[in-house]
């Protein structure tokens, strides 16, 4: 699925597409998950991607969400997109783990999957079949919609993070914050949202902001990782503050599967 806030993945300029031919994406297999990798800032390690909706459109190239999760959106769609590229990024981890790689996927959730009871059943399922623990996939939810929908999330939550997959809270801070949340122990995993990140080295406002996020978050024992770095003073400012990890163009855009393969080899020999 995409970020909430996904604004840099065009690849093709492509406006809204109609839904019929969305449909016939989804059914001949071209929505497929690109990788973003979350690079610890003290090892240069991955320690995980996340996993973003494209569209390999046959004559148009690859198409970023925003020509087709908007018409998906208002037409009830997500849910299958959501689960396809669930069921397409854990083939991915799968398939990296039997080549040595142990990197696991985050992928980002809506409040829709809050509502189904069956949900840590299904994704137990799902990781057993493939041979993957649970740790290796961590759900995201946008800060808004779990303090929009806390009352089933707090119960969906707990379950899943009993079960052993990582819970992310994305784009932190925006709107009305949930830092009266975070000693509950159903997190793993915060994400600062870009707004805070990006011009940070140059803003001592932002890095108060950010200096009593991550601590809040070390507290409860988060792992926290800003998104939309792309500036290397930022990145060092970053560092400085004490975030464990980073996630933007200045380490790698997203990438298909193959391709983030391929971009690891090469990271890792620095």
Known sequence: MPTHQETKAALSPASAMPIEEIWRALVNDQLIPWF??????????????????????PALGVLSPVSFVPAMEERGMIRELTELI????????????????????TINLTSMSLDDDSLCEQLLQKVRILGLEPAKLTLEFSESTLRQHWQKADAQLA??????????????????????????????????????????????HLQAILREDIGLAKASGLTTVAIGVEDTADLATLAE?????????????????????????EWEKG
């Open 36 to 57: 973003q990798p979350i690079v610890e800032i003290s090892s240069r390690k991955v320690i995980a991607a996340e996993a973003l909706a494209r569209w390999q459109h």
């Open 86 to 105: 669930l069921e397409k990024s854990l083939y991915a981890c799968s398939d990296w783990q039997e080549r040595g790689h142990d990197i696991p996927v």
């Open 159 to 204: 379950q899943l993070r009993t079960a052993g997959f990582g819970i992310g809270i994305d784009e932190f801070g925006i709107g009305v914050t949930l830092t009266d949340k975070l000693l509950i122990s159903h997190f793993s995993l915060l994400k600062v949202d870009r707004a805070f990140v990006q011009g940070v080295s140059s803003n001592q």
């Open 241 to 265: 503050l004490g975030c464990d990890a980073v996630q933007g163009y200045i380490c790698s855009p997203p990438r298909a599967a193959a391709e983030f393969l391929q971009w690891i080899s």
